[in-house]
């Protein structure tokens, strides 16, 4: 049965697939040439990737979405994807290697420091809202990731079209995290009985979002570029990493709905 | 020592500037008060059901006239953008959230914060600062809607849900009631209890007749569930109530929120602005999903917002 033991064949096609689209993006530059190879390239990685994922599935008979390791690989797994996409429209030649490095790394502590992947789903977790709200978060963060780097690269040499494609990113991103984080609402009605009760998660995935909101309204106040803006994602992206897994730190993790582990 | 001279230095400096009337009196004062007042309402706390229908109601209309007024003559004489007031409240709200998390971790704190604090969502800084929010928000959509165009159904949708989620979902707090209700296995009941203590009637008497437990191989649990009975003068309904499955009676929500090996307790949701605030999640969601599918296009220049 297909288990997290065979990851490390997988995973290392699949870094071995981005790590060429990466070099070769970066040995273009700006040109157009290869661009189709290097697409080739990251979506063969992307789907070996994928395979392993529906087998992991059909071996643990539950969408492998519930501990820290399962969400990491997910998060590995979109990430490349919003890299490609980020590459695919702006033509950043770096950021396909920033975020190959990046999925690397979550793969690679799945691989030497594997979690207890043995549990079951509990049973507040069997709902029909938990496979489209943990998956459009993964995404989202993946998305805002990609916003991240373009905004520190940003803040060491400026470019405008930094500018655009971290708007439209952060726009993307947004959007998926509002349907991920209503669809979260809508099943703690169902499952507890309140849309929203602002307990630890609740209350920084609420914070995170109206911190995008607060980069996008000043965006529009301010079109002209300056370094505030960049400031602002490089902050609403630490206030998503204490979302995340930061609150878990904290004592008052203690009194959160969202800790099953 | 680094960072005492620095701190030295910083306050001589801020001290030169007062001197050299350099600095706004009006800025420190309007920082100062605002501080003042902070602490001044944070110390308020505020029984929610006082707001209950249909105050809440006449309560949610007058923000609307107050969002009305501001648009129609306070922001459009007076040299104050609605952007930059926007970009304020949302502000605040982060303060206030960020604050709230703070106090999460009442155990570091309890000997220190009055008592008031417990609940930050009941103080009136809290309250206050997301009516605020309300307000600056019905402004922005007024605004708005008067420049429509395919593009702005992005905006008016997330906007006009936020609004309706929010303040539906805070004044609606005044009419609902969370209740819970120990069951014993073959025995019924006809009250619960609040958080605060209090019983409770029920128009309605509940039974346990069973507890349904199942495990996985490895021990941890499976599922739960709770088979009951909800009588009037006769049955009414014999239901099996699990997580993630409640049921629903009169307009109250019956979740189960622990199960033991003969015992249950129920939490029973009253919240009868439950459609209300589904609407506007909806309608944010809807408005969301044509954010992205418009992508920045949206946000025209000509979007109508000052």
């Known amino acids: 049965m297909m288990g997290w033991n065979s990851l490390y064949m997988f995973a290392m096609v699949s870094i071995g ?33 994928s395979v392993f994922i529906i087998l992991l599935t059909v071996g643990l008979q539950r969408p492998p979405l519930q501990t820290l390791g399962e969400i990491r690989l997910w998060y590995a797994f979109f990430l490349v994807i919003a890299g490609w996409i980020t590459f695919y429209y702006w033509r950043f030649s770096w950021i396909l290697l920033f975020t190959t490095v990046l999925s690397s790394v979550f793969l690679l502590i799945n691989i030497f420091r594997p979690e207890i992947h043995h549990q079951m789903l509990p049973p507040a977790l069997q709902s029909f ?7 459009l978060y993964m995404f989202s963060y993946a998305l805002l990731a990609c916003t991240f780097l373009i905004a520190l690269i940003g803040l060491i040499k400026h470019k405008d079209t930094y500018l655009q494609a971290s708007e439209n990113l952060t726009v993307a991103g947004v959007s998926f995290f509002t349907v991920a984080m209503l669809m979260g609402s809508l099943w703690a009605k169902v499952a507890w009985g309140h849309y929203w009760t602002w307990d630890a998660k ?17 965006k529009n106040y301010k079109k002209n570029h300056n370094k505030t803006a960049y400031w602002i994602l490089i902050v609403a992206f630490v206030c998503l990493q204490m979302c995340w897994y930061g609150i878990y730190y904290f004592p008052s993790q ?3 709905f969202h800790t099953y582990f | 020592m680094r960072i005492s001279i620095r701190l030295y230095r910083c306050i001589i400096d801020i001290l030169m500037k007062i001197r050299d009337n350099r600095v706004a009196y009006k800025q420190i004062g309007t920082i100062v008060f605002l501080l003042l007042l902070s602490v001044g309402l944070s110390l308020i706390s505020i029984d929610i059901h006082v707001f209950s229908f249909p105050i809440n109601l006449f309560l949610l209309l007058l923000l609307v006239a107050i969002s009305f007024v501001l648009e129609s003559y306070v922001f459009r004489y007076y040299v104050v953008s609605v952007k930059k007031m926007m970009l304020f409240a949302t502000f605040i709200a982060l303060c206030l959230m960020f604050l709230y998390w703070l106090l999460h971790h009442r155990m570091i704190f309890s000997e220190i914060l009055p008592s008031v604090l417990y609940d930050f969502s009941t103080t009136a800084l809290f309250i206050v600062g997301f009516l605020f929010f309300i307000v600056m928000l019905g402004v922005l959509i007024l605004r708005g809607i008067k420049v ?8 008016l949708f997330s906007h006009i849900g936020l609004w309706l989620a929010l303040s539906a979902g805070m004044l609606g707090q005044a009419d609902v009631y969370t209740l819970r209700a120990n069951l014993i296995e073959n025995n019924s009941i006809s009250y619960a209890y609040t958080s605060k203590g209090m019983a409770m009637d029920l128009p309605f008497k509940v039974k346990l007749n069973k507890i349904h437990t199942e495990y996985y191989a490895t021990g941890s649990p499976k599922a739960y569930a709770a088979h009951v009975s909800v009588y009037e003068n006769d049955v009414v309904a014999t ?5 993630n499955h409640p049921y629903r009676y009169k307009g109250y929500d019956m979740y189960l929120q622990k199960a033991g090996t003969n015992t249950c307790v129920l939490q029973i949701v009253y919240d009868p602005w439950r459609y209300v605030v589904f609407v506007g999640i909806i309608s944010v969601l809807m408005g969301a999903m044509l954010c992205f599918i418009h992508g920045i296009k949206y946000r025209t220049k000509n979007d109508g917002l000052e």
């Open chain 1, 17 to 49: 697939c981005w790590l060429t689209a990466a070099i070769m993006a970066l040995a273009n530059g700006k040109r157009q040439r290869n661009s189709v190879l290097v697409s080739v390239f990251q979506f063969t990685g992307i789907i070996v990737l």
């Open chain 1, 129 to 135: 809202w938990f496979i489209p709200h943990v998956i």
């Open chain 1, 202 to 218: 609740e209350l920084w995935a609420a914070l995170t979002w109206m911190m995008y909101l607060f980069y996008l309204q000043y």
């Open chain 1, 254 to 256: 203690h009194q959160s």
């Open chain 2, 148 to 155: 429509i165009n395919k593009q702005k159904f992005a905006f």
């Open chain 2, 239 to 243: 239901e099996r109530i699990s997580i």
